[in-house]
């Protein structure tokens, strides 16, 4: 079928489907360029407790959403929480986590609330990592509830 037979070109078809693309955080193409977002660290709460730094183990609670710059605090499918389940502890710095929290967690202090935006090249890439598809931007919500 041609799409000019139903008032559609090619182009603009194409056009649409870069643009949702796009807007979702996401792109599925792997070699396309993959910083859609930079990455930002925002504190929603400042805690007032002990400081995290590198080497320090973490006790979070956290969700996780693919960036979309279409919805509201451009929150989109949430594709991780731990939330009414259990807490997440982890070294930071130590490689077991991805880049943009070793490194946008940094400075926290325990009692804190932090919003990070993290670049495709900071999480995944352009490999797919469970429901979350190649180079998509993040973003996170923690609770840092304990550094030890």
């Given at each position: ?8 070109s ?17 792109q599925?193409i ?32 956290y ?6 710059a ?32 070793d ?27 469970g ?8 973003l996170?919500?923690v609770?840092?509830?304990?550094v030890?």
């Open positions: 079928m041609r799409f000019e037979h139903v008032g559609w090619l182009a603009a078809v194409a056009a649409v489907a870069v643009l949702g693309t796009l807007a979702s955080g996401c599925s792997p070699t396309a360029p993959t910083n859609y977002q930079t990455f930002t660290i925002t504190d929603l709460v400042v805690g007032t407790g002990t400081r995290a730094e590198s080497g320090s183990v973490l006790t979070v609670y969700t996780g959403w693919i960036y979309d279409s919805k509201a605090e451009q929150k989109g499918a949430v594709f991780t929480s731990t939330l009414g389940t259990s807490s997440y502890s982890f070294t930071l710095g130590a490689g077991t986590v991805i880049e943009g929290w490194e946008g967690l940094v400075g926290m202090k325990a009692g804190g609330k932090r919003r990070l935006v993290i670049p495709p090249s900071m999480a995944y890439g352009d490999t797919r990592s429901s979350v598809p190649p180079n998509c931007t993040l996170f919500e609770d840092l509830l304990e030890s």
